[in-house]
């Protein structure tokens, strides 16, 4: 059993259902496999695209909101909200000062938006003849090019053993043990080196035009939506012309992955029976949202009493807030006392 399992959701859109099967469901499975399990919404990472106060309060409602709502129990684990623990952000700018700026210019999210201004920027040469280093870093703040580094924080302020990620994140997790190894390298040792947790089984879901379920896609489907409205929305996922008489391969379905991540393993098998001796689109359609608002119905009458009373959401993350700071006070007085600090 690891001793400490960290998760991080950043509040930059409401969940739909494939960050549900992707991340939520994998990660509530993690909240019995240690000593200390913490999920914190990070608010600040998602400051670097959401300027707007009152959009970004909304959002973080909303996801712990749905956290709460799928069964995270904030007596059973640390539940909090990234802003409310200071220590974070003190130990950010100490490993920032043991941070390369190599290291930075490696980081994946950087290289893309660099990589982008490139691209919208192809065929149109500066004044001087060359890449102007100012224009392919437009658009691009801080926050977004020191983002390892806090996230390394996250991750390093509470020893954390073990972080469940997508393959996108691992070099999330492999900047904060270089900076950790550097660190202790100095210093001794003294902080953890987590390692990365990537799930083989974790499913992607897929959006309603086939490809996978993203916002970038525009082709989610929200949590929570009302009955009537989730039906309206399950029905414009793009299908075929082949007639209802027709067999059909459910393994090539996005409708039959969508039911199989919500119906029991019955009922997919007799699902998969009717695909293969022939079932009609608007059938298979009404299958898929029969068992998903069927497993939504009670998440979503929490979700919605939730978000009724923010400032019950305010309080539980709150109390998390300050069971988050014991345990990141002694790591914190330990790296403060090594660097020299009172």
Request: hydrophobic share 40%; proline share 6%.
């Amino acid at each position: 059993m690891a001793s400490t399992v960290l998760t991080g959701i950043k509040p930059t859109g409401t969940p739909h259902l494939g960050n549900f099967v992707g991340a939520i469901k994998p990660a509530l499975a993690l909240a019995g496999t240690a000593s200390n399990a913490l999920y914190f919404v990070a608010d600040y990472h998602a400051l670097n695209v959401i300027h707007d106060a009152q959009k970004l309060r909304s959002l973080v409602h909303e996801v712990a909101a749905t956290w709460l709502a799928l069964g995270l129990d904030p007596e059973k684990v640390i539940f909090y909200r990234q802003s409310d623990v200071p220590e974070i952000f003190e130990l950010s700018w100490i490993l920032s000062c043991f941070t390369a700026k190599g290291l930075m210019n490696r980081a994946h999210a950087y290289k893309a938006a660099v990589a982008k201004n490139m691209e919208s920027r192809a065929g149109a040469p500066s004044a001087s003849g060359a890449e102007d280093s100012d224009d392919l870093d437009a658009g691009i703040n801080m926050g977004l090019y020191g983002y390892p580094v806090l996230m390394a924080a996250d991750i390093l302020l509470f020893k954390t053993n073990v972080v469940p990620v997508g393959k996108d994140q691992v070099q999330h997790i492999e900047i904060a043990r270089d900076i950790a190894q550097r660190f202790n390298a100095i210093y001794g040792p003294t902080l953890v080196l987590p390692e990365a947790r990537i799930s083989a089984e974790t499913a992607v879901i897929p959006g309603l035009d086939g490809r996978k379920m993203s916002k970038s896609y525009d082709n989610t489907i929200a949590l929570f939506l009302p009955p009537e409205k989730l039906r309206k929305t399950i029905f414009k996922y793009k299908t075929d012309s082949s007639p209802p008489s027709e067999p059909k391969d459910p393994n090539t379905s996005p409708l039959f992955h969508l039911y199989r991540e919500f119906a029991t393993p019955e009922e997919a098998e007799a699902l998969r029976g009717r695909y293969q001796s022939g079932i009609g689109w608007g059938e298979a359609k009404e299958a898929v949202f029969e068992v998903l608002n069927r497993a939504l119905e009670e998440p979503r009458r929490r979700y919605a009493d939730l978000m009724a009373n923010p400032a019950r959401i305010d309080a539980l993350l709150s109390e998390g807030a300050q069971r988050a700071r014991a345990l990141a006070g002694p790591t914190l007085h330990e790296v403060r006392r090594a660097i020299g600090a009172r």
